[in-house]
């Protein structure tokens, strides 16, 4: 599976961003896909997940009320909308895939990586 995130730009705070990500070379449809992020210096960190059916959904603390992850499975793609973007925000973002039926948070537990995407919040 080749994951390929984009979306990603400079943007001011307050400002939204759509992240997206497309995989090709296998289907995606039953996999747990998840958004995570890194911020220069720091290890990456979980920013959500979605079921393969789109019905549950995770979100780390700081993603809550702020960002929504959803999927296409028709268009093999997960995608992350991001509003009210802070400066803390700013990182490279990286969609992931999971082949299995159990969710995670761990990114040592995703098969499949795109090369991320980066996002530049101003302040």
């Known amino acids: 599976v080749q994951l390929q995130a984009s979306g990603g730009g400079l943007v001011q705070a307050g400002d939204s961003l759509r992240l997206s990500c497309v995989a090709s070379g296998h289907s995606i449809s039953r996999s747990i896909m998840a958004w995570f992020r890194q911020a220069p210096g720091k290890e990456r960190e979980f920013v959500a997940w979605i079921r393969w059916n789109s019905d549950m959904t995770y979100y780390s603390e700081f993603a809550k009320g702020r960002f929504t992850i959803h999927r296409d499975n028709a268009k093999n793609s997960v995608y992350l909308q991001m509003n009210g973007l802070k400066p803390e925000d700013t990182a490279v973002y990286y969609c992931?895939?999971?082949?299995?039926?159990?969710?995670?948070?761990?990114?040592?537990?995703?098969?499949?990586w795109g090369q991320g995407t980066q996002v530049t919040v101003s302040s």
């Open positions: 992931a895939a999971r082949e299995s039926a159990f969710v995670s948070r761990w990114s040592n537990e995703y098969d499949y």
